[in-house]
């Protein structure tokens, strides 16, 4: 995460034009996206609303530090667990009718908790249970949001967009709490969740006036466990994927103990209450959305890395500063800074994950991406409270703070992605290589095998083309690959590539990128024959 506003920030490259003072605000100017904007912004109202309640109300059902911190993890974990397959189906499916479904799904869950609070049964484990289901509908809905955000924009626009959707995200931190804040104080808590509920059901209304076309897959619709095992595989095979994944896990392993323990910290200092704690969570949203308004400033000054570590390096300090924090003069400052902090690291690693998919996999990556926030928010939101039972809510805030910096500047210098920015856009021309013969009687697995002649002496370079093709082809839903070299031919190479049948075949060459499609003339490159590699296929029989 950058420094939210260095006092003097180094020159500007002169290769690199300086952005323009509203550059943040440009994708506002398409309709589709504003009016998407505005529905993210209302969800994200009604997330933070929910959250702030269900915690309030957990500190007036029990004093243990456990079962405060555990609401963050029970409103987190669905999205670990749901993740994968919500990304899936977001792939698959008319993703605006799977956005109107999620949002009707949130406003069920607040009818559910208002019912529960009306009837005076509600209990800790039942809150619990209640944030839980809550969670389920955020785990359908995100993967879904991110996925579309990409088609609304042009990708010059992409860092600015996803910037927006951090301010849409903090400025809900700061109407969501407020709102939440004045409702408990003066009508209780069941009015915030029927709140709630309309905003949901109004927000699925203005997503059904989008009318986006659905284009359904010209081979049909993939089956849910296939489309699962291909994201996971493409996520495995991408460096820059397993390298962002990494460091966002890092970050909300640890910035998430200062949220999680944020309402017995409010409550503990000089005259605390629930107006305390909704003035610090608003300073952090303040905080955000005045370094999204600096971020393509920032962006031009610091490279990706820079921005994450000096942010979780400010997170940090924010957090030691709100470990020791008297009164709400001192803790105020800490939070906005943190909220500074917390959303540059976020949507630096945002913009990384969105440039490293691919938009037939890009719901699940993003999903995966999420995953390991909430995964990582779940556990460590666990993790520091029960730190905070066995010793002191100080100590653990400053363990979290200190290693915080430590594991992220240690994944930083170990963790790499090795490559650059690959165009991940379809590949327009010259792709496949080979006709595509007509689908075979028999069905069963395909085996592809491609020969090259390669001369000896550029063996090794070959070899390290080859390792990147056998990321490309596993990553497009391959299920087995191999490079087979000829004992008593050494300028012949066989790659070997298996696919799950037919189908899954073709849907791996639709797939392609331009990445793809640069490999591809990389390999050719090494070819020595007079004609293209011979490309055979073969069904396996049983």
């Excluded at 698959?92 to 009306?118: E, H, K, S």
């Excluded at 284009?215 to 699962?228: N, Q, V, Y």
């Excluded at 409550?267 to 393509?296: D, E, K, N």
């Excluded at 994950?353 to 691919?358: E, G, N």
């Amino acid at each position: 995460m950058p420094p939210i506003t260095p006092e003097e920030s180094p020159p500007l490259s002169p290769l690199k034009p300086r952005p323009s003072r509203w550059a943040a605000l440009e994708p506002l100017k398409l309709p589709v996206f504003r009016m998407l904007w505005s529905t993210w912004l209302m969800a994200n109202v009604c997330m933070w609303m929910n959250d702030v309640a269900a915690a309030w109300m957990m500190t007036t059902l029990t004093t243990s530090p456990v079962w405060v911190a555990l609401v963050q993890s029970a409103s987190t974990l669905p999205v670990f667990l749901l993740g994968l397959p919500s990304g899936a189906l977001a792939d698959m499916l008319d993703r605006r009718r799977w956005l109107v479904v999620t949002q009707f799904w949130l406003a069920g869950a607040a009818v559910v908790l208002c019912a529960a609070i009306a009837l005076d049964l509600m209990t800790a484990p039942l809150l619990l249970v209640l944030t839980f289901a809550n969670g389920i509908g955020l785990a359908m809905r995100w993967p879904v949001f991110s996925a579309i955000v990409p088609e609304l924009v042009p990708r010059t626009q992409l860092p600015a967009a996803l910037g927006l959707n951090g301010i849409a995200m903090n400025a809900s931190r700061i109407i969501g709490p407020l709102t939440a804040g004045v409702l408990i104080a003066s009508a209780g808590s069941v009015w915030v969740f029927a709140l709630n509920a309309v905003l949901c059901v109004a927000s699925g209304f203005v997503v059904l006036r989008w009318r986006r076309e659905h284009r359904p897959h010209p081979l049909g619709r993939e089956r849910l466990i296939s489309a699962m095992r291909v994201g996971v595989q493409f996520v495995r095979q991408s460096p820059r994927m397993r390298a962002v994944l990494t460091r966002i896990a890092i970050f909300f392993l640890h910035s998430t103990a200062l949220l999680a323990l944020l309402p017995l910290l409010a409550r503990g200092l000089q005259g605390g209450g629930a107006g305390t704690f909704t003035l610090l969570l608003a300073s952090m949203g303040a905080g955000a959305i005045g370094a999204v308004l600096v971020m393509p400033r920032l962006r031009q000054a610091y490279g990706r890395d820079q921005m994450v570590i000096r942010g979780a390096t400010l997170h940090s300090a924010a957090t030691l500063v709100m470990a020791v924090a008297p009164n709400a003069w001192v803790a105020v400052p800490a939070m906005f800074f943190g909220g500074a902090a917390w959303i540059t690291t976020a949507n630096s690693l945002s913009v990384s994950a969105q440039l490293a998919l691919p938009d037939w996999v890009r719901a699940r990556g993003m999903a995966m991406y999420q995953m390991a926030i909430m995964g990582a928010s779940a556990f460590g939101a666990a993790l520091w409270g029960q730190v905070a039972e066995v010793s002191s809510m100080q100590t653990s805030l400053m363990i979290s703070a200190v290693s915080g910096v430590l594991v992220m500047w240690l994944a930083i210098r170990t963790v790499t992605d090795h490559v650059g920015e690959d165009d991940m856009s379809p590949a327009q021309a010259g792709w496949p290589a080979h006709p595509m013969p007509d689908a075979p009687a028999e069905s069963g697995r395909v085996l592809v095998t491609v020969e090259y002649l390669i001369d000896p002496a550029r063996a090794a370079a070959f070899h390290v083309v080859m390792q990147h093709t056998r990321r490309a082809r596993l990553g497009e839903g391959a299920i087995g690959w191999e490079l087979l070299h000829d004992v008593s031919q050494p300028e012949r190479y066989v790659e070997q590539i298996v696919d799950e049948s037919w189908t899954e075949h073709q849907r791996r060459y639709s797939r392609a990128t331009a990445a793809d499609l640069a490999l591809r003339e990389r390999r050719l490159a090494f070819h020595q024959g007079e004609v293209p590699p011979v490309v055979k296929r073969y069904v396996i029989t049983r």
